[in-house]
T-cell receptor, first 112, second 115 residues
């Protein structure tokens, strides 16, 4: 079956750096995405890794190691508005569909 | 900036009734999806749609569910006979056909409450 594991909650201080890990076991793998979801809101795309290595987009970076079935999202210079849930999601299907299998999400609380 | 829109924002229905949830994907996108999220839980894939047909569906998407693209802009999810456990937030999403096809844009969701 498909499974993605990520911590349920993380708390960090404003201005600090936080890393949210994700390990996955899926029948197929074409890439790992990260989505942000504020309470009551829709998931918003943050990043995507199809190959090993680090992808940087502003304050957010995402890393993937395919051999370890592991990735992480790194948030730098944390701001209060970064308080949200963060989901890793695997694209586990090939041509014809880009369906995502989501993890259970990590609730990030940024404190002053 | 283009966005996915969904109507209604909240739908209350009685068990056994049919509901239709509506979505307008981003105009130049060709892949469409429905996901659902039960309160406090993860987002779950229901179905993907491309070239006017279902490309993949999950175990959740049983015979009670159907999707349709009735015209060039709308994408609908129909639940024929709702059950209490269908209560959830339903998200529509769309993505490009190539290039950044991995980036899915989600609508604001329809909160379905079955009583």
């Amino acid at each position: 079956g498909q499974s993605l594991e990520q911590p349920s909650e993380v708390t960090a201080v404003e201005g600090a750096i936080v890393q949210i890990n994700c390990t996955y076991q899926t029948s197929g793998f074409y890439g790992l995405s990260w989505y942000q979801q504020h309470d009551g809101g829709a998931p918003t795309f943050l990043s995507y890794n199809a190959l090993d290595g680090l992808e940087e987009t502003g304050r957010f970076s995402s890393f993937l190691s395919r051999s370890d079935s592991y990735g992480y999202l790194l948030l730098q210079e944390l701001q209060m508005k970064d308080s949200a849930s963060y989901f890793c999601a695997v694209r586990d299907s090939g041509a014809g569909s880009y369906q995502l299998t989501f993890g259970k999400g990590t609730k990030l609380s940024v404190i002053p | 900036e283009p966005e996915v829109t969904q109507t209604p924002s909240h739908q209350v229905t009685q068990m056994g009734q049919e509901v239709i949830l509506r979505c307008v994907p981003i105009s130049n996108h060709l892949y469409f999806y429905w996901y659902r999220q039960i309160l406090g839980q993860k987002v779950e894939f229901l179905v993907s749609f491309y070239n006017n047909e279902i490309s993949e569906k999950s175990e959740i998407f049983d015979d009670q569910f159907s999707v349709e693209r009735p015209d060039g802009s709308n994408f609908t999810l129909k639940i024929r006979s709702t059950k209490l456990e269908d209560s959830a937030m339903y998200f529509c999403a769309s993505s490009e056909a190539s290039g950044r096809s991995y980036e899915q844009y989600f609508g604001p969701g329809t909160r379905l409450t079955v009583t």
